[in-house]
């Protein structure tokens, strides 16, 4: 890399060179540990099915300040349709710096490394400890990474106080946004049982699509709570429909859909499970339904870590960010329930899991800064 980039820069596009397409980490996670073992972090190197996962710990006592984050990548899809190559990093004249990673979140992993770098050597004594809690599983099945890893910690009775998750937070700016929580995500997946015939003769059938009509129009009407003062309603989106045997005579005998629940603490898992079948069973329908929980809801509250991040945000860029508990899913998910207070602060999200993914490379450096205030605050 060239000597006029920055330590969070070069740190950055070394991750990015590296092909973590998930659950691969690529070496990534040795590129880490590298540069943190030699300021006092005991490593440990936890494998859980084809998943490599990092618990690097400086410190003995409590609080325990930890930053999380992912080493994998999305596919990068169509590479032809990149300006450069996904796994080649690039700073352009414009100031961005393109790969696959590069927003989400390698540079957001960069500029954690890098905070805690310039920390310690002002602050060696520091009180509490510091932690990371990286995964190469956080953009594919999210079972052998974060999840495992805490069970492996909760096993043991080590606890974290307070964690910053570094996924791509900002919306329009860097630091314009904290998630401070995100709504739990349910899964169902619902197959209708008709009777295959022929289109000709709909009286000797029944088709499941047709007897299905009324009750989706129910399902997607329906209010399934008015949200709060953090949370937007929870909604329900069917994000796939199959039925049909390839011929254009046949009723189907079956018809699946496929749908989900993002859903707000003024809903609970038991709740929805409930509500959905009384739908299905007002309609009479013959069917089977099978559920899949993701994550439940989880919120931290404006105290301790956010007031920090807040503080540390204004100081930096002069402005106040929002709280937000809007978007998908995260891995605060699997660390929220263990009493931590969690929020996300990274990069601006636009171009993730896109063709030519960026950000700012200015931005990193910046995002470094607010990490190692954060750090100040909280540990000094």
């Given amino acids: 890399m060239s000597d006029t980039y920055s330590p969070t820069l070069e740190l950055a596009m070394k991750l990015i060179q590296r092909p973590s397409i ?30 490599d996962n990092l618990w690097l710990r400086k410190g003995t006592e409590s609080p325990v300040l930890a930053f999380a984050g992912h080493t994998d990548v999305v596919p990068p899809g169509k590479e032809s349709l990149w300006k450069t190559p996904p796994f080649e990093p690039v700073i352009e004249e414009n100031g961005l710096l393109y790969g696959r990673g590069a927003a ?16 310690l050597h002002s602050h060696a004594d520091h009180k509490g400890s510091i932690a990371f809690l990286i995964t190469s599983d956080e953009e594919g099945a999210c079972r052998d990474g974060t999840r495992k890893v805490i069970e492996h910690l909760e096993a ?12 791509p937070s900002s919306t329009e700016t860097l630091a314009d946004t904290i998630k401070n929580g995100r709504r739990g995500s349910l899964h169902g997946h619902l197959t209708i049982h008709g009777i295959q015939g022929h289109v000709a003769y709909p009286q000797r059938a029944a088709n499941p699509i047709h007897l299905l009509a009324p009750a989706l129009a129910e399902l997607t009407s329906r209010q399934w709570c008015k949200g709060n003062d953090f949370f937007q309603p929870t909604s329900l989106q069917i994000w796939q429909i199959m039925a049909g045997s390839g011929a254009n005579n046949v009723i189907p005998g079956e018809c699946q859909v496929n749908f989900n629940f993002r859903f707000s603490p003024e809903v609970t898992v038991s709740q929805l499970k409930q509500w959905v079948p009384e739908i299905l069973n007002k309609w009479e ?11 439940l809801p989880f919120l931290t509250r404006p105290g ?12 930096i860029t002069g ?20 009493g931590a207070e969690v929020i996300e602060l990274g990069p601006v999200n636009a171009t993730i899991h896109k063709v030519n993914e960026c950000v700012r490379a200015a931005d990193l450096d910046t995002l470094s800064t607010i990490y190692e205030n954060c750090l100040i605050t909280l540990l000094k």
């Fill in 156 to 167: 043991r009775r080590e606890k974290i106080d307070w964690c910053i998750v570094g996924e």
């Fill in 319 to 338: 402005k106040k960010p929002k709280l937000s508990t809007s978007g998908g899913t995260s891995d605060g998910r699997f660390i929220a329930p263990t």
């Fill in 304 to 315: 301790t870590l956010v007031n920090a991040a807040i503080q540390g945000i204004q100081r």
């Fill in 22 to 51: 998930t659950p691969n980490d690529a070496g990534c996670q040795d590129i880490l540990v590298e540069l943190l073992e030699p300021l006092g972090f005991h490593i440990e190197k936890l494998r859980f099915g084809d998943v």
């Fill in 104 to 119: 989400d979140m390698k540079g957001s992993l960069a500029a954690m490394v890098i905070a805690c770098q310039n920390f």
């Fill in 285 to 295: 329908l013959d069917y089977q339904l099978d559920w899949q929980l993701s994550g």
